[in-house]
C-alpha cells in the first residue's frame, strides 16, 4: 500500500512535483479524496457495473469495462493534478479487490505481455541515464538502504511465524530482491 503514496510524492523528491508546502498539502488532500472515492467506488458503482456486465455474458464487454476503469481512474487522477500512474495503480487496487478479480485475471491473460511491454518501453523511454550517473551513489545508497530495509521486514515476518533463523536468514536473502512484476 506504500506504492500510492509514493506514486503521488515522486515527483516532488525528484523537483518535478509542487513545492509550495499549502500547495503540498492541497496535492495530498486530492489523494485523501481520491482514494476515499475510489473506496467508495469500489464498493457500490465498479462492483453494479461489473455484475451487470458478468450477468450479460458477454466476454468482451467484460474486457471493455475493465479498460475502462483503468483509464477512467487514470484519466481522473490525472485531472486532479495527480500522475495518471497514480490512477492506473489506484485502479489496479479497486480490480484486485474486486469479486470478479479471477475474470479480471483471465481476460488480461491475453495481453498481459504486451501491457508489461509497453510498460517498460515508457519507462524506459523517461529513463534519465545521465541522472542516474550524476546522482550514482544517491542511488546507490537508496537502493541499499530499500534492500536492508526489506531485508529487515522479511527477517522480522519470518521470525513472528517462528521459521528456524537459518530458514529465516535463507528467505530473506532470497525474497529481498524481489520485484512485483506481476502485479502489473
Known sequence: MAVGPILVLLPLV???GVQDPSALL???????????ALLLLGRTV?????????????????????????????TLFQQLGLTNTAGAFAAGLLLANSNFRAQIAADIVPVYGILLAVFFMTAGAKFDSTLVLQQGPLVATFVAIL???????LAAATAVCKLPAAD????????KGSARLNAL
Do not use: C, H, N
Open 147 to 153: 534492500l536492508v530495509v526489506k531485508f529487515a521486514v
Open 46 to 74: 465498479v462492483r453494479a457495473a461489473f455484475e451487470y456486465v458478468a450477468s450479460s455474458g458477454a466476454p468482451d464487454a467484460f474486457a471493455a469495462l475493465i479498460a475502462i476503469v483503468t483509464v477512467g481512474m487514470a
Open 168 to 175: 529465516a536468514v535463507q528467505v530473506s536473502l532470497w525474497a
Open 14 to 16: 525528484v523537483g518535478k
Open 26 to 36: 492541497l496535492l495530498l488532500g486530492k489523494v485523501g479524496l481520491a482514494f476515499g
